[in-house]
């Protein structure tokens, strides 16, 4: 574990985090948003660890902007801004819910308020059941629902999703935090409409390298050096792709690749039955008596 990166790629996160909290978004599009907060991590010197999510409203995660996306941000809506930082391969992840509406900041306050509680009892050994015990006690209490389906994760070197979860409600198994590695913890609120799940939606504009197998179309051969070069197996966008590549190329060659099974396309999450989505995270790694919150 390269604590020393991790604490550099957590300072960034937190300083852009603050940044993308503070910020007036309403009348600038996604593709603003998302190109603003990228550009304000680069200038710190931290790399994006994945693509700035930029999900409205019903859609949980796993929107970023496509290029030029003209969607513009209004005072009525709900945003989550969730970013990452990465210092060497290793990875901040954290995220803020940005609303001017005043019906959704229950959701906003209360996804900061279980993240809170939850950052208050980690340290090494903790059960990640009891975190989630304690994130759905906290949403609950303000009659409101955590999604089930959506949870923090354990993170390594370039790696995002490492394999553990730390869920946002009591789930059976379990594992004991430890020292040894970093782990984000999100919990997702929506209303008690909500169904408290999310489904997989059509929209596709986060993508991942999963191998290196060569086709015989010798441009897309080389469109997955020029990822794997940029982004190694971590998430990209089309947009990043498109700074060097013609839009309609790039796109048809991203198509191949897909259907080749050598890049994945990420949905996007909604809230199955359409209700608003709130969302708070931060990385942490724990201690004997508490934990080194990164993203503080
Ligand atoms: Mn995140
Ligand atoms: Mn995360």
């Not at 590695?181 to 929506?190: G, L, Q, R």
Request: charged content about 25%; proline content about 3%; glycine content about 6%.
């Amino acid at each position: 574990m390269q604590l020393d990166d991790y604490i550099k790629a957590g300072k960034i996160a937190s300083e852009v985090r603050e940044l993308a909290r503070a910020k007036d978004w309403v009348g600038k599009t996604l593709y603003e948003i998302c190109e603003t907060v990228e550009s304000e991590i680069q200038s710190r010197g931290g790399k994006c660890a994945f693509p700035v999510n930029a999900s409205l409203n019903e859609i949980a995660a796993h929107y970023t902007a496509e290029p030029n996306d003209p969607k513009i941000l209004t005072s009525s809506d709900l945003v989550k801004i969730d970013l990452g930082v990465q210092i060497n391969g290793y990875i901040a992840d954290t995220a803020v819910s940005v609303s001017y509406d005043p019906q959704s900041a229950i959701l906003v306050e209360t996804a900061e308020e279980a993240l809170k509680a939850a950052m208050a009892m980690v340290k090494e050994g903790i059960k990640s059941s009891e975190i989630g015990k304690t994130i759905q006690k906290t949403v609950m209490q303000y009659n409101l629902k955590p999604i089930a389906n959506l949870s923090g994760h354990s993170l390594e070197q370039y790696t995002i999703h490492a394999g553990k979860s730390i869920p946002n409600m009591w789930s059976i198994g379990s594992f004991a935090l430890s020292t040894k590695e970093a782990y984000a913890c999100e919990p997702f609120v929506t209303t008690s409409r909500g169904l408290g799940f999310v489904r997989e939606g059509k929209t596709k504009n986060i993508f991942g390298l999963v191998s290196r197998k060569k086709t015989k179309n010798e441009n897309a051969n080389k469109l997955v050096d020029f990822i794997w070069d940029n982004f190694n197996t971590l998430p990209f966008a089309l947009r990043w792709i498109t700074k060097s590549y013609e839009e309609k190329e790039a796109r048809t060659l991203l198509e191949e690749l897909i259907k080749n099974k050598i890049v994945r396309a990420y949905p996007v999450l909604n809230e199955a039955n359409g209700q608003r989505v709130a969302q708070a995270e931060h990385t942490f790694i724990p201690t004997a008596t508490g934990a080194i919150i990164t993203t503080l």
